[in-house]
């Protein structure tokens, strides 16, 4: 296995629209140590055709079909499983990278050797017009790298298109949980900055598209996984003292859902056992 390489995860569904553009800024990057793995989660469009023809000019690019559609967790699981390389990235398919992304990245292993993870901040514009940029500006950069761990239990500043993970740390922590339908990505960096320092790369190297796919369309699934995550980390909150603040913000954010009484009722059937 060569120690400088990348495998970089792209996991789709339907994306005829949008999957070209996301793999081009993968194979324009400046670090040319990587293989692209384009798992397709059952798509019913174009989108075999698109990268099956990117593919047969540039043995970079494997492509592999799910026969079933099985959710964003499984894909990029199987991609994992397939990743022939020490580094495993991530990218979305309506997502496009910076062409430096992955060589800033690279860098700060290099002069990090210990961190499990290095991540980068993006922007995105929302479907209103209005431009986010994730983490904020007003974030000391200090404060995201490092030990993560209890910021991460409190909110998540990370997003999946932006991290590159030492392949060992998965092996150690596992995957993606494949049960959550919602902040599967917020979830498994849990476990790798409990075990792992966390390296940041501070530019935005990442445009998203934005979608509505908050809070509001995705109730169930969102509450589930908080909820998980509160109980599972439960140890951890109560130590550093955030384990009421958690649960209340939690508990706001519902309230504004206006699931108030099934997030509480949720999270009081999992704390019971």
């Known amino acids: 296995m060569d120690q400088s390489h990348v495998s970089i995860i792209l996991p789709t569904y339907n994306r005829e629209h949008s999957i070209g553009r996301s793999v081009e800024s993968i194979l324009r ?27 047969a000019s ?10 079933h559609n099985r959710g ?26 910076e062409e430096d992304k992955l060589e800033k990245q690279m ?6 050797p210990g961190v499990g ?3 980068c901040a993006f922007e995105g514009t929302k479907q209103d017009g209005t431009t986010i940029r994730i983490p904020d500006r007003s974030m000391p950069e200090e404060n995201l790298q490092g030990n993560l761990y209890k910021l991460l239990l409190q909110r998540n500043v990370i997003d999946a298109p932006t991290v590159v ?12 949980d494949e049960t959550l339908t919602c902040l599967e990505d917020w979830e498994l960096f849990l476990r790798i900055a409990r075990e792992y320092e966390i390296g940041y790369a ?16 995705r109730v169930g699934g969102y509450f589930q996984a908080r909820c998980a995550m509160i109980v599972n980390h439960k140890a951890a909150l109560l130590e550093y003292g955030i384990f009421q603040q958690t649960v209340e913000q939690m508990l706001m954010t519902a309230k504004d859902a206006g ?13 019971a056992g």
């Open 117 to 119: 993870m290095v991540y």
């Open 259 to 271: 699931v108030l009484e099934q997030a509480a009722q949720m999270l009081q059937s999992m704390l």
């Open 29 to 55: 990057q400046t670090y040319p140590y990587l293989e692209l793995l384009v798992i397709d989660d059952g798509s019913v469009d174009r989108t075999e055709e698109i990268v099956a023809g990117i593919a």
């Open 58 to 67: 540039d043995e970079r690019v494997r492509y592999y079909r799910q026969p």
């Open 202 to 217: 501070g530019d935005a190297l990442l445009i998203s598209d934005i979608h509505n796919s908050g809070v509001s369309s």
């Open 107 to 112: 860098r700060v292993f290099e002069r990090r």
């Open 72 to 97: 964003v967790a499984a894909a990029r699981n199987e991609g994992i499983r397939q990743a022939r390389y020490a580094y495993v990235a991530f990218q979305d398919s309506d997502d496009i990278w």
């Open 165 to 176: 993970i030492r392949k060992e740390c998965l092996d150690k922590v596992g995957g993606f």
